[in-house]
């Protein structure tokens, strides 16, 4: 996954999947702040889920709302 190195991969299946610092994989929801790059941009991670051909990737604010898709 070009979009977001830092946070996605592919797995086995070409699914892609988030890092965790601690070095773990999820497909599941998680805060920014157990991102394995907790620092990237909220803008990067926009452009991410926008990129997803799928649309599986759901971004939600603090109160969370949900801001994309």
Do not use: H, R, W
Request: proline share 3%.
């Amino acid at each position: 996954m070009v979009t977001a190195g830092t946070i996605f991969e592919l797995d086995g299946e070409n699914k892609a999947v988030i890092k965790l610092k601690d070095g773990t994989k999820n497909s599941g929801s998680t805060e920014k702040g157990g991102l394995e790059d907790a620092a990237v941009g909220d803008d990067v991670l926009l452009l991410a889920a926008q990129s997803c051909p799928t649309k599986a990737i759901f971004l939600y604010d603090s109160e969370s709302k949900q801001i994309y898709p």
